[in-house]
């Protein structure tokens, strides 16, 4: 039997979920027999394949035009695409730059720090990301088929839903599972 191709990647995010995808321990041995990750932020392979996966897992908000254009990528590329914590699922703490001018947060960030240097800019290069007037949360960029809440998601709810799609269910989150911490 084949295995489940599985993609992951990472936007406006500190990359927890994806450490909570790593602290399904041991279970991790199991889950590697049933899929295949074809790609990661965390593997030389950054792009879902051109032909597909049946999963893909997005975490963390969309904060800027370069991680509109991987959450469109994923969706066109996999048959069910998981938003994966708080930042993805409702825009999380990477949302608190929504009551502050675009503007206003790259010069706090770039010229007005305590450790910035005097004389620095705000960089501008079509190389970096273009910062939207507002952050969002994935399913308003894209179509989101099941929602995983949490900062970062228990292991084991990410394990359930993992489970649960590999055996032709959309996992619906209870109890422990569904969280919002």
């Keep these: 039997m084949a295995k489940v191709k599985v993609a992951t990647d990472w936007l406006d995010t500190c990359s927890g979920c ?35 996966v049946t999963v893909g897992i997005l975490t963390g908000a969309v904060s800027n035009d370069h991680q509109e254009e991987v959450a469109q990528e994923m969706r066109e590329r996999c048959k069910i695409l998981i938003s994966l914590g708080d930042c993805s699922v409702f825009g999380g703490i990477c949302a608190m730059r929504n009551l502050f001018d675009t503007e206003e947060v790259l010069r706090r960030g770039y010229v007005e720090t305590e450790s910035t240097a005097p004389g620095q800019e705000i960089p501008r290069s079509e190389e970096i990301g273009k910062l939207f007037d507002r952050v969002k949360a994935l399913n308003e960029v894209v179509k989101v088929d099941v929602h995983i809440p949490g900062c970062p ?7 359930f839903a993992l489970t649960e799609l590999l055996a032709g269910r959309i996992p619906i989150l209870t109890g422990d599972n569904l969280t919002y911490e």
């Design 18 to 52: 994806h450490m909570s995808i790593l602290d399904i321990d041991e279970r991790i041995v199991a889950l590697s027999q049933l899929v295949e990750f074809t790609s990661s932020p965390v593997t030389d392979l950054k792009h879902p394949p051109e032909d597909g």
């Design 153 to 159: 998601p228990p292991a084991d709810a990410i394990w």
